[in-house]
């Protein structure tokens, strides 16, 4: 077989490539330009994330930024990596981008019926993103959950609980929903616990009974100190709460709050005082 029937060979068998699926305006889009967009968009979602490894771990790294920081950089650079790579080859392809205000309009129309989400939560993670309201490392509270923010993608955010588990939060729920960062201001906080006791107990007993609760337990701040606050005196009950003080990043609310409520049970327990 000589060259000339070789070629002709390969022609045949690439002439599907040539085939018209349809058109953007007078733009022809043929399977051989799919395939490309296909392998090539492959390959610029493979490069945007080494970008991101990059800068993230090895760049910004190197200087004094925290995490937070370094994820979002590196995050918001991914997209521009993206979207600047995407044009690239739908130009490279022969593609007139004019022409996909067509496709812009269909998809614009498939928003209104079920993407708006999708869209919304990507719009919340650049907010996010930029904002910071939240950062990597921060403990939180919204949508019924407390715990660690360990991760801040365009879509959603990773939150680790006290119990290990790893909660994927969709990003509108902390612009749309009330959040509560209790490291926002990198402060402490106030916990309050209560209890319900027997109208015979002695209040200046319960009192001191509390204080030392608290100042032995760790995780508990000595300044502000803890105290006593009565809400209730009847014939029925006295209701008395304890507050005290603790830093957010070292120990849980809830697991703070249960070990405040285990002592106090020894405690009264210890000196005979009955809850209500």
């Known amino acids: 077989m000589d060259l000339s029937e070789t070629m002709g060979s390969m022609r045949q068998w690439l002439a599907p490539l040539d085939w018209v699926l349809f058109r953007l305006t007078d733009t022809e889009v043929t399977l051989g330009m799919l395939v490309k967009l296909v392998l090539l968009g492959a390959a610029l979602f493979w490069l945007a994330g080494a970008v991101r490894?990059?800068?993230?771990?090895?760049?910004?790294?190197?200087?004094?930024?925290?995490?937070?920081?370094?994820?979002?950089?590196?995050?918001?650079?991914?997209?521009?990596?993206?979207?600047?790579?995407?044009?690239?080859?739908?130009?490279?392809?022969?593609?007139?981008?004019?022409?996909?205000?067509?496709?812009?309009?269909?998809?614009?129309?498939?928003?209104?019926?079920?993407?708006?989400?999708?869209?919304?939560?990507?719009?919340s993670g650049l907010i996010i993103m930029l904002e910071r309201p939240?950062?990597?490392?921060?403990?939180?509270?919204?949508?019924?959950?407390?715990?660690?923010?360990?991760?801040?993608?365009?879509?959603?955010?990773?939150?680790?609980?006290?119990?290990?588990?790893?909660i994927l939060i969709p990003n509108q729920r902390f612009i749309l929903d009330s959040v509560v960062n209790l490291a926002y201001l990198d402060a402490p906080v106030r916990l309050r616990v209560a209890a319900s006791l027997a109208p015979d107990s002695d209040a200046a007993q319960v009192e001191r009974l509390l204080?030392?609760?608290?100042?032995?337990?760790?995780?508990?701040m000595d300044t502000p100190a803890p105290h006593v606050l009565w809400r209730s005196i009847s014939t029925a009950a006295r209701e008395v709460e304890l507050a005290v003080w603790f830093v957010p990043d070292r120990i849980a609310r809830d697991a703070l709050k249960s070990e405040l409520n285990r002592a106090m049970a020894r405690s009264f327990a210890a000196h005979d005082i009955r809850f209500a």
Not at 134 to 142: A, N, Y
């Open 211 to 220: 204080i030392e609760v608290a100042r032995e337990l760790p995780g508990v």
């Open 53 to 123: 490894r990059w800068l993230a771990g090895r760049v910004l790294a190197r200087f004094d930024v925290e995490e937070g920081t370094r994820h979002a950089v590196a995050s918001m650079t991914r997209y521009v990596v993206l979207v600047l790579g995407m044009v690239l080859i739908l130009q490279n392809l022969g593609i007139n981008l004019g022409a996909l205000s067509l496709v812009a309009g269909a998809v614009g129309v498939g928003v209104g019926f079920g993407l708006q989400n999708i869209v919304s939560n990507f719009i």
């Open 134 to 166: 939240i950062k990597v490392g921060d403990r939180v509270e919204v949508a019924n959950v407390e715990g660690v923010v360990h991760e801040i993608s365009a879509r959603r955010t990773t939150v680790v609980t006290s119990d290990n588990v790893a």
